[in-house]
């Protein structure tokens, strides 16, 4: 599948109910951001409107290409990252969705980041989700299914879809992107299996070089006085893309560390800083360093529902281990 890099079970999972006369008019795809899940959603599209009948999506007729390029008159696609979807936009998408398919079978609609569509626009969506049309396919995604409602998800096929084996994203970097073998390693492995994100990150040519500086920053750290960290975190509250990449690193790095003080046979996120890891490791305890990555997690989620940004960064970095510098 071109377009397609894993998630191949959950294509044919629905190609096969479809086949046996079986089709949700609601599903609802799962998983971590940027695995693939609004790209799934395409393809899914693409199969519904593929004029081809085998295999499904083709990919090259009329109809697949144009549901990848946007262009289909019956596939609207709600995909504005970051950005909430709103009642407006809803009420016009039922407008469509009560109309017969222009050309195809179905009228599809793609509606991601589900969770960030504001109350309004969610019990909008409720009517169509209870009484959709026949015709009518709607395909949600979203990473926190627990910032949805109860009777979206309950109206909804459920996929939960799985970051990709490092190798495959390695792979797929290296082949459809034109990566270098050791730079396609690296983003791999930072990955965490999130195609998307490392494609992203190849394509910003910045972005390792931000990398770079919050790793300085990151080390540094440990060795920071109390008033070095608020101070640090007054400045990291002020930039909000900052502050979301540098959460996202945090992340990697302790979870590095509990890796190495575990003694866990798996592969590192952070490859090339293999040596410093286990140097830092030394300095912090087991539960030390699990304590960390549970405080990471639990404010980046807390940051999700606009909790005070300064006061939950100032809290997590004075939890954060001192150790003396070494001089």
Same mark, same amino acid.
């Given at each position: 599948m071109g377009a397609l890099i894993g998630h191949e079970w959950a294509l044919q999972l629905l190609l096969n109910g479809w086949q046996a006369g079986r089709i949700s008019h609601a599903t609802l795809l799962l998983g971590p951001p940027n695995?693939?899940?609004? *790209?799934?959603?395409? #393809?899914? @599209?693409? @199969? =519904?409107? &593929?004029?081809?009948?085998?295999?499904?999506? &083709?990919?090259?007729?009329?109809? &697949?290409? %144009? #549901?990848?390029?946007?262009?289909?008159?019956?596939?609207?696609?709600?995909? /504005?990252?970051?950005?909430? !979807?709103?009642?407006?936009?809803?009420?016009?998408?039922?407008?469509?969705?009560?109309?017969?398919?222009?050309?195809?079978?179905?009228?599809? /609609?793609?509606?991601?980041?589900?969770?960030?569509?504001? /109350?309004?626009? +969610?019990?909008?969506?409720?009517?169509?989700?209870?009484?959709?049309?026949?015709?009518?396919?709607?395909?949600?995604?979203?990473?926190?299914?627990?910032?949805? =409602?109860? *009777?979206?998800?309950?109206?909804?096929?459920? =996929?939960?879809?799985?970051?990709?084996?490092?190798?495959?994203?390695?792979?797929?970097?290296?082949?459809?992107?034109?990566?270098? +073998?050791?730079?396609?390693? =690296?983003? /791999?492995?930072?990955?965490?299996?999130? !195609?998307?994100?490392?494609?992203?990150?190849?394509?910003?040519?910045?972005?390792?070089? %931000?990398?770079?500086?919050?790793?300085?920053?990151?080390?540094?750290?440990?060795?920071?006085?109390?008033?070095?960290r608020l101070t640090y975190a007054a400045a990291l509250s002020r930039n909000p893309k900052l502050l979301e990449e540098t959460l996202m690193l945090w992340g990697s790095w302790w979870h590095d560390i509990l890796l190495v003080k575990a003694g866990a046979d798996v592969p590192l996120r952070n490859i090339d800083q293999s040596e410093r890891l286990r140097a830092q490791a030394q300095n912090v305890t087991l539960d030390e360093a699990r304590r960390m990555v549970e405080q990471i997690e639990f404010v980046t989620r807390g940051l999700e529902q606009n909790v005070n940004t300064r006061l939950a960064i100032e809290v997590l970095l004075l939890s954060w281990p001192r150790v003396e510098e070494k001089r």
């Amino acid at each position: 599948m071109g377009a397609l890099i894993g998630h191949e079970w959950a294509l044919q999972l629905l190609l096969n109910g479809w086949q046996a006369g079986r089709i949700s008019h609601a599903t609802l795809l799962l998983g971590p951001p940027n695995i693939g899940k609004t *790209t799934l959603a395409r #393809v899914i @599209a693409q @199969a =519904l409107q &593929c004029t081809a009948a085998n295999p499904m999506p &083709c990919e090259v007729c009329s109809s &697949c290409r %144009r #549901v990848m390029t946007g262009n289909h008159p019956d596939v609207r696609i709600l995909d /504005a990252p970051g950005q909430p !979807i709103k009642i407006d936009q809803v009420r016009e998408l039922q407008r469509e969705l009560s109309l017969l398919p222009y050309e195809g079978r179905w009228r599809v /609609a793609i509606l991601s980041e589900f969770e960030r569509a504001t /109350a309004e626009a +969610a019990n909008a969506l409720l009517k169509t989700l209870e009484e959709p049309p026949s015709y009518v396919v709607l395909l949600l995604t979203a990473t926190r299914v627990d910032q949805l =409602l109860p *009777t979206i998800i309950s109206r909804c096929q459920l =996929l939960w879809l799985r970051p990709l084996p490092i190798d495959q994203v390695q792979q797929a970097l290296i082949s459809r992107w034109g990566v270098e +073998a050791t730079l396609a390693e =690296l983003l /791999a492995h930072l990955s965490g299996g999130r !195609i998307g994100w490392a494609v992203s990150v190849f394509q910003d040519r910045e972005a390792l070089s %931000r990398r770079e500086d919050l790793m300085e920053q990151t080390f540094n750290l440990l060795h920071r006085t109390r008033t070095q960290r608020l101070t640090y975190a007054a400045a990291l509250s002020r930039n909000p893309k900052l502050l979301e990449e540098t959460l996202m690193l945090w992340g990697s790095w302790w979870h590095d560390i509990l890796l190495v003080k575990a003694g866990a046979d798996v592969p590192l996120r952070n490859i090339d800083q293999s040596e410093r890891l286990r140097a830092q490791a030394q300095n912090v305890t087991l539960d030390e360093a699990r304590r960390m990555v549970e405080q990471i997690e639990f404010v980046t989620r807390g940051l999700e529902q606009n909790v005070n940004t300064r006061l939950a960064i100032e809290v997590l970095l004075l939890s954060w281990p001192r150790v003396e510098e070494k001089r």
